[in-house]
């Protein structure tokens, strides 16, 4: 159902060139007089070739993909993912790792252990890489009270209740927002903030690494025609820049909820060119709705993100970022070679009518020709040239 456009144009052109096909039958028999000749025309059929050529195609692509961990949900994506040339990316946990190590403790009226444990509990159930982490610090012990009415707020944190006592976890923007007031970090960095039944509870300051191998992607990106970059998040804007300019993005927007990167990717939609294409990536977390609104939406290293699974047109199960572009020169080696494919199996035929008609050859000669022609076309689309090696993903990753 969901065929690239190649695929489409073509069955459409196969299905066109039936008519022909017997008008030439009959016009060469009127012409000639010769059945064989006429007979030679039918048997030649250009209809094979283009409806078979092109599927197998796109179905190697796809099952050669999955050995790579790339899952396409069909060959339209596999096109889009060769045209995108606007890619927008999420933040934490698609170009940073998403795994945030806690470097200072600031509480105001608790000792820093309690501070950690009282997180810890919030974010029991949040699936956030921040989360995780807090979840995974040394030393936290989550409280054995009961915890309830956990609710993930998108692109700002959690709010639970401990023990009936209501706590926030999350961004200076989340306690803004409920009028807490706040001691702004005296450090720079990210900051995540506490407070207990709407009073103040001190700051846990955490860091995220940039993913190895992201600037190469990146350029790499670059270098096989990607005119823009995006990056789209949460996070403050300090944070943001720090990622942005050293990954040289074109384009930056922070401080966004999950409606705002929907509304950012909508506007950039309304502004691109006919014709161009714009995919999402991200990792799933909070950010999987955004993927149905872009052309197209790419998962990266979304394993256990079934939403992301669901919503992604392709899913890149390897968290290492340099899957993208590999992916990318895999998609567009096989719609050239597709095209290429086409192409020549077109000429191929129009050479074997040729010689049929003026009775170079017989009309057994053609019928053997035309399936050798076909099973070429076959044979060629299901060896792709893919430029997607495994050992070279592995080898930099060890670097
Ligand atoms: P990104 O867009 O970079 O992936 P998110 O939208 O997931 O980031 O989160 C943005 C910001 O919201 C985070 O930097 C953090 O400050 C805050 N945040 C989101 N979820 C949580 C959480 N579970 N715990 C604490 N802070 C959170
Ligand atoms: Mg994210």
Redesign the pocket.
Known sequence: KLKSELEGKAEHYADKLVPWTLGATGLTYLLTRNVTKAMSILMVDFCCALKLAMPISVLSAIREASLYNVTVKGGKFLEAVAEADTIVF?????VTEGRFAVTEVFPESMSEQELLNIAATA?SC?R?P??RSLREAGNVKPSDGEVLEIE?I?????SAFIDGHHVY???AALLEEHGINFSVPSRPG?A?HVAVDNVYAGHIMIADRIKDGAFDALEELRAQGVKSLVM?????RSAAKTVASSLNFDMVKAE?TLDG?ITAVEYMLSKKATGACLAFVG?G???APVMTHADIGIALGAVNEYSAIDAADVVLMDEDIRALPEARSLCRSVTDTAGQNILLSLAAKAILVVLGVFGVINIWIAALAELCVLAAAIANAGKNDIKFEKENIDERSVQ
Request: charge should be negative; aromatic fraction near 0%.
């Open positions: 999420d933040k934490t946990g698609t974010e949040s956030h921040i989360a993930d998108s692109g700002r944190g959690v976890v999350g961004n990210a995540i789209l998040t949460g996070d403050v966004l990167k990792d977390v909070g950010d």
